[in-house]
């Protein structure tokens, strides 16, 4: 097959005008077009009232080698690539220690589940309960303010991939195909298969939480085994009479001991007492850059027009996203973040006594409001003030004052601090909503933001409102409201591996994912997972290891 790409049309076009323009842009006819199949199917929206959509497509012809002959020069007709997944290798009659998983987010889960399909059996543990019984949980907070620390958003079946929009796509280089092996292992589980050729796949929460079940039985039919309510508390390491370490097992909360000689760890970017059990067993960790900021609503329908004009509503475009980014005058960036259309702020603290914002959409994208985050990038020298020891731990202690502060403004219950975008800008406190309802739960309290971040991050984001109102009309209308505090963009803290995938100073460790600092989103962090397992599968079967980090 060929993969003809960068072929545009109208957004009402219909079918015969697809096939048609696969002929004139071939230019051949009826009969040597055996059939097509959309390997990819976006679209331009720069001229608001003129969409087009834009298609990668495999194409089925007696005249393959002709038209690849003829259209040599030509970028946008080439062979179809093949994305097909293979095994690295597979397991050995016998493992003396099956290898461990920790963690099972979107990175535990396809690092075990890959693992399975190779026959090593792991053994997977999350802190958190399973998905049924982590919604319920999580549910508490949003609807009876009752926190669990080891149950919420962040921890549980699924990670906190589970309570988001469930955006499948990113930025990543990925020359393997490893993201078309994650998207087609969803569908399996049950994703819609537009995932396979949309541009910015989505699944969003309710989905999402049948899928993970789905696979999990999928890795268990493998001869794995999942284990919930499982904390590791401690490593076992030994150290060779050259110095070397190395990872012999894990220690559990409740004493068990587990021996395995290769460990992933795929935390996630929530799991603070165990990036502090890994300081002190002296894992290597280093403070990483990340972003703090609010979550921004407006009504979906603002959005729509002002991204879509007059095609705003229609079926194909669905609710509208953005992204937006300003470079501030002061040398600070502030972007918008995990941009959930027709979605909720939601309850995203997993320590009592502190408040965290996070966005969330079904798959349908059809509530009242569009939310973002609105965040301000920051380093590790921004962290002095609340942690001066240069540590790798700073950021935590960062995120956990800006979080407690929260908590405080809004009231000590769990409500988040919020204030109407005209009264941020004007530098005054909000007294009442204007026609934007705030969709956070358990509530929120209506005040002023300005100490709820540090100077640098309020100013740059005063900053920013107007120009994303320049970018986006309506973005910076009186009405929208800020929720605080976003705190959770990303790791604050890198685990430093190898070309190997190791730590670098502690063999048999696999740092991997968004917690240890090489993914952001589930995409990423799925694949992550998949480049972590392959090499541990091959340090097992004892094969070259690969490279690359």
């Given at each position: 097959m060929l993969r003809l790409t960068d072929l545009k049309l109208p957004l009402d076009h219909g079918e015969a005008a697809l096939t048609a323009a696969i002929l004139r842009r071939l230019d051949i006819d009826a009969a040597a077009l055996t059939g097509y199949s959309v390997a990819r199917r976006g679209?331009?929206?720069r001229k608001?009232?003129?969409?087009?959509?834009?298609?990668?497509?495999?194409?089925?012809?007696?005249?393959?080698?002709?038209?690849?002959?003829?259209?040599?020069?030509?970028?946008?007709?080439?062979?179809?690539?093949?994305?097909?997944?293979?095994?690295?290798?597979?397991?050995?009659?016998?493992?003396?220690?099956?290898?461990?998983?920790?963690?099972?987010?979107?990175?535990?889960?396809?690092?075990?589940?890959?693992?399975?399909?190779?026959?090593?059996?792991?053994?997977?543990?999350?802190?958190?309960?399973?998905v049924r019984?982590?919604?319920?949980?999580?549910?508490?907070?949003?609807?009876?303010?009752?926190?669990?620390?080891?149950?919420?958003?962040?921890?549980?079946?699924?990670?906190?991939?589970?309570?988001?929009?469930?955006?499948?796509?990113?930025?990543?280089?990925?020359?393997?195909?490893?993201?078309?092996?994650?998207?087609?292992?969803?569908?399996?589980?049950?994703?819609?298969?537009?995932i396979l050729?949309?541009?910015?796949?989505?699944?969003?929460?309710?989905?999402?939480?049948?899928?993970v079940e789905n696979m999990r039985e999928t890795i268990q039919s493998l001869g794995g085994e999942i284990r919930f309510s499982q904390r590791v508390d401690d490593l076992l390491i030994d150290t060779d009479a050259a110095g070397e370490r190395r990872v012999r097992g894990v220690s559990l909360a409740s004493g068990e001991q587990l021996r395995a000689d290769h460990v992933v760890l795929a935390l996630g970017h929530s799991a603070r007492d165990t990036f502090e059990m890994l300081h002190a067993r002296d894992v290597y960790l280093e403070a990483k850059p990340f972003s703090i900021g609010f979550r921004i609503e407006h009504p979906q329908s603002v959005?729509?027009?002002?991204?879509?004009?007059?095609?705003?509503?229609?079926?194909?475009?669905?609710?509208?996203?953005?992204?937006?980014?300003?470079?501030?005058?002061?040398?600070?960036?502030?972007?918008?973040?995990c941009m959930c259309p027709g979605g909720t702020v939601v309850a995203a603290a997993s320590e009592p006594g502190r408040v965290v914002t996070n966005g969330m959409s079904q798959y349908s994208r059809n509530e009242r409001n569009a939310n973002a985050a609105v965040v301000v990038g920051i380093e590790p020298s921004d962290f002095v003030p609340y942690d001066n020891s240069?540590?790798?731990?700073?950021?935590?202690?960062?995120?956990?004052a800006l979080e407690s502060h929260a908590y405080v403004l809004g009231g000590e219950n769990y409500s988040a601090p919020a204030q109407l975008v005209g009264d941020f800008l004007a530098g005054r406190a909000s007294r009442e909503f204007g026609d934007v309802q705030p969709s956070y739960q358990p509530g929120v309290t209506l005040g002023n933001l300005d100490s709820a971040l540090p100077d640098y991050a309020i100013a740059a984001i005063r900053e920013a409102l107007p120009a994303f109102e320049r970018q986006?009309?309506?973005?910076?209308?009186?009405?929208a409201i800020l929720t605080g505090v976003e705190t959770r963009t990303s790791s604050p803290v890198?685990?430093?591996?190898?070309?190997?995938?190791?730590?670098?100073?502690?063999?048999?460790?696999?740092?991997?994912?968004?917690?240890?600092?090489?993914?952001?989103?589930?995409?990423?962090?799925?694949?992550?997972?998949?480049?972590?397992?392959?090499?541990?599968?091959?340090?097992?079967?004892?094969?070259?290891?690969?490279?690359?980090?």
């Open positions: 679209y331009d929206a608001r009232g003129a969409i087009m959509l834009i298609y990668a497509l495999d194409i089925d012809t007696p005249r393959e080698a002709e038209l690849l002959q003829r259209f040599a020069d030509d970028v946008h007709v080439q062979p179809t690539p093949g994305t097909n997944y293979h095994f690295v290798t597979k397991a050995p009659p016998r493992i003396e220690h099956r290898p461990l998983v920790i963690g099972f987010g979107p990175c535990g889960l396809f690092a075990g589940l890959i693992l399975a399909q190779m026959g090593f059996r792991p053994i997977i543990l999350d802190r958190g309960k399973e019984e982590r919604t319920k949980d999580t549910w508490d907070l949003w609807r009876k303010r009752q926190l669990h620390p080891e149950s919420n958003v962040q921890f549980g079946e699924g990670g906190a991939g589970t309570f988001s929009d469930g955006k499948l796509h990113s930025q990543i280089r990925d020359p393997q195909h490893h993201g078309r092996k994650v998207l087609t292992e969803f569908v399996k589980a049950g994703a819609p298969e537009e050729y949309v541009s910015k796949p989505h699944i969003g929460t309710f989905r999402l939480v049948s899928m959005i729509d027009r002002a991204r879509f004009g007059p095609q705003a509503g229609h079926p194909i475009l669905g609710a509208a996203d953005y992204k937006l980014v300003h470079h501030g005058k002061g040398g600070r960036s502030v972007y918008s973040f240069g540590g790798p731990l700073a950021g935590i202690a960062l995120q956990r986006l009309r309506g973005y910076a209308m009186h009405d890198r685990i430093k591996r190898d070309d190997s995938l190791q730590s670098l100073n502690t063999r048999g460790l696999y740092p991997a994912g968004e917690g240890a600092g090489y993914a952001g989103g589930i995409l990423s962090a799925a694949v992550d997972g998949i480049k972590v397992a392959e090499a541990v599968a091959l340090g097992i079967a004892g094969s070259r290891v690969p490279t690359g980090s």
